[in-house]
Each structure stands twice: as C-alpha cells, then as structure tokens.
C-alpha cells in the first residue's frame, strides 16, 4: 500500500472505527437506507417513502435507518407520521459512523445515479453487503466498483441496465428494477377541499406538469450559483418543449369537458406555469384553467394527481405518482433528463412516451391526451397493466434482499 491509500485507509478507519457488530442470532436484520437527496422536488421526496413502503410491506422483520441527504421543509415529519418506527440518522461523521458500525446491510435508494456513492465507497471497505434499488445510471470508472461489488443492482431504466451490462459488471444481479417512487402511498387529505375550492371535480380534470431543460436551482436552493449555459438553454428550448403543453392545454379545454390544471413538479415551475402556459393561453379557455400557484409536497401532489383523470407533462415523478395509484400519464422527455424517461417502454407504456428531441409532442401529444380522455376505462387499463410489471420488478428487489438477509 503506497502512502496515499495509507493515509486514505487511516481516515477512513478513524472515521468508522472497527471492529463492526455482527448480528446476533435472533436479533432483526437493520438496513441503512441511502436517500432522500433533496426536498424541493416532489419526486426526490417520493423515493425515500416509496422504498420504506415496500421495506415495510416486504420485509416488515427488518429495522430501517434512513441516512438522507434532506429531510427538511416537512419531510421528516411526513415520513415518521407515515412510517412512526423509521429512525432517521442524524447529520454528524458520529452517527453515520456507529450506522455504519451496527448496522448490516446498506441499501441505495432510487435515484438519478449513484448519489450516495461516498457514502458507499465507505461502507463497502467494511465488507458488509449492499445493494442498489433502481437508479439511472452512466458509466464511471469509480462507481462501477460499487456496482460490482454489490449483491444486486436495480436499474430504473433498460438503457442504464444496458451501461452496465455492456461494461461488463460482475454484479450477481443486474436486472431492471422501477423508481420506489411506484410504491409511495403518501396521502393529504387537505387536497380534496383544496380541489373542491377550485372547481375541480374528481374525474374531470388532467394535470399539466412543465420543466425546462435544466433545473434552475439557483432559484430554489440557498448557495446555487446561477449558470448562464444552462440558462441559455433553458431559454432558447423553452417555447419548443413547452409550447406542445400549451396546444394540449388549450385542445383540452375547448374540446373535451375536462378542465386542466397546472401544477408543479419542483418549486420553480409555478412561475414557469404561468409565463409559458396561463399567460399565453386564450381567453375562452383561461376560465377552464387552474394554476397552482403554490409548491406542493408529495402527498399533496399524489392526492390532487389520484382524483385526475391523467397527466401529461416534461417531468417523470409526477408521471410516477399517477402510473402508482392507476391514473393515466404522458412522459415528454428529453436528453438533459438523462434515461429515465425510457422506463416508460419498460414497463409497457410505449405510446405514453414522447421525445422532444425528435419533436414528437409537436406533432403527437393533444392526440395522445385526447385518446386517453375519449376512452378513460381503456387507458386506466392500460395504467394499471403498467403498474402491475412495476410492482413485480419492485418485488424482485425485495425478495433479493430478503435472501441476501437470510430471512
């Protein structure tokens, strides 16, 4: 060992320090659950409830810690109301480290990538097993270790799967496995009146969801620094991925009975609702239209998303959300959203997925949105065949877990 990984090996070892707890005969199994990687997304919330759901419903002999990177905003509260034996890890290299110590088997949540891959890196050199459920992957050197070297690996997307098939990962399980955010189950039950206060009935109305190439997070999150190349891009695609949202909208309250409400995915798309969107939209149609004007949590979003009648958008988790409780969903995608998108093939919903990049909300999402209203038993169908494959995938997940627990 040359000097730099003996300094590495000392630090580590400082900071966790060994031996580690075996478990003990009889005692539950703990798993340390990496996620919950930001809260002005609803979609970055749904993960975390969405894997404890399935823990809970799957291997309910199991204690749960969540090691989260953001729990703030309401979240902590949401999620030890949901799920009241959660503990959740508090943010010191103290308790990461006696996590690490006791706990036996480390569990990466869904995710746009490894995001917890430090983390990871740290645990693996205990020689404790851990595991991957449902990421969107590209390849990188370091992390393909930790892919390696873990007893499963759960892509949420076949193109990811693909990366780490094709770079030849020994992974004993390399299989797709679905976003978690399939099996949130969080509810509010404030999003009835809120509805009621807008005029909107329950199955008669769709939800429209934007997003611009890239997240503005210096508008949303303290100490992001603005960046003008993204948004360059974000302004020059913006009447391109949102003006095929607008034709819908506008096809939708004019020819079909439902109205149509704008609502967000993360926080910085209200404003973006109502310039590109409610601003634009012609003056018969506006009374048909609601704008949420306000940021939303997951439960909120998933109850409003539950008494629609479908959803059609830039965005995925809101998509997931709805796909989750049987509610049609229409997935417009691009390249800066990564892969993800590309689930939506995986689990049956071809029709439902429409790439900007080869224009085909232009020319095909007031269609898409119009079959789906014209036909809502046919379409729900077809929601819940799609919910059915996610919910086995997600299952697969759970019993490699079980085995790998030994229980």
């Known amino acids: 060992m040359n000097r730099r990984n003996l300094l590495k090996a000392a630090s580590v070892a400082t900071a966790f320090p060994f031996p580690f707890v075996a478990r003990a005969s009889g005692t539950r199994p703990r798993i340390l659950l990496r996620s919950s990687w930001q809260t002005v997304n609803i979609g ?14 799957d291997l309910p002999e199991c204690d749960v810690t969540l090691w989260p990177n953001s729990v703030g905003d309401g979240v902590r509260e949401i999620l030890l109301a949901r799920f009241p034996r959660l ?8 308790a990461e480290a006696e996590a690490v110590r006791t706990h036996d088997f480390f569990l990466h949540g869904s995710g746009p990538g ?16 851990h595991g991957v459920g449902g990421i ?27 990366v780490a098939r094709d770079r030849g990962s020994t992974c004993p399980i390399l299989e797709f496995g679905p976003d978690a955010t399939f099996a949130c189950d969080l509810v509010d039950d404030a999003a009835a009146a809120w509805l009621a206060g807008n005029g909107l009935e329950e199955g008669r109305f769709v939800c429209c969801v934007p997003r611009l190439r890239y997240t503005p997070y210096w508008e949303i999150k303290k100490g992001v620094a603005f960046d003008p190349r993204k948004h360059e891009v974000n302004e020059r695609m913006k009447e391109h991925d949102i003006g095929p949202l607008r034709e819908t909208v506008i096809a939708v309250a004019r020819r079909t009975p439902m109205k149509v ?8 798309q209200m404003k973006l609702n109502r310039e590109m969107i409610l601003d634009r939209l012609p003056d018969d149609v ?7 004007e306000d940021y939303w949590l997951t439960g909120f979003a998933r109850s409003v998303h539950g008494r629609g009648a479908g959803l059609f958008g830039n965005e995925q988790h809101s998509p997931i959300l709805c796909i989750g409780q049987g509610v049609p969903a229409v997935v417009c995608r691009f390249r800066e959203q990564t892969s993800k998108g590309f689930m939506w093939r995986d689990i049956g919903l071809d029709d439902w997925l429409l790439d900007h990049d080869l224009d085909e909300p232009a020319r095909r999402l007031t269609d898409t949105v ?15 065949a799609a919910r059915e494959v996610a919910q086995a995938r997600m299952k697969r997940m759970t019993d490699a877990l079980r085995a790998e627990l030994g229980i």
Not at 114 to 129: I, Q
Not at 136 to 160: G, N
């Open 370 to 384: 119009l079959a789906i209203i014209a036909d809502p038993a046919a379409a729900r169908a077809k929601a819940l």
């Open 286 to 292: 506006k009374p048909r239209v609601v704008w949420r």
């Open 114 to 129: 490894l995001t917890g891959a430090k983390s990871l890196a740290e645990w693996r050199l205990t020689g404790k097993p």
């Open 87 to 94: 503990a959740i890890l508090e943010p010191s290299r103290a």
């Open 136 to 162: 969107t992957w590209s390849y990188s050197a370091e992390q393909m270790k930790l892919i390696d070297s873990a007893r499963f690996a759960f892509f949420r997307d076949s193109v990811s799967l693909g």
């Open 261 to 268: 409400l704008l609502c967000p995915e993360d926080a910085s």
């Open 44 to 57: 970055d919330v749904a993960h975390t409830p969405g894997m404890l759901r399935l823990l809970e419903r």
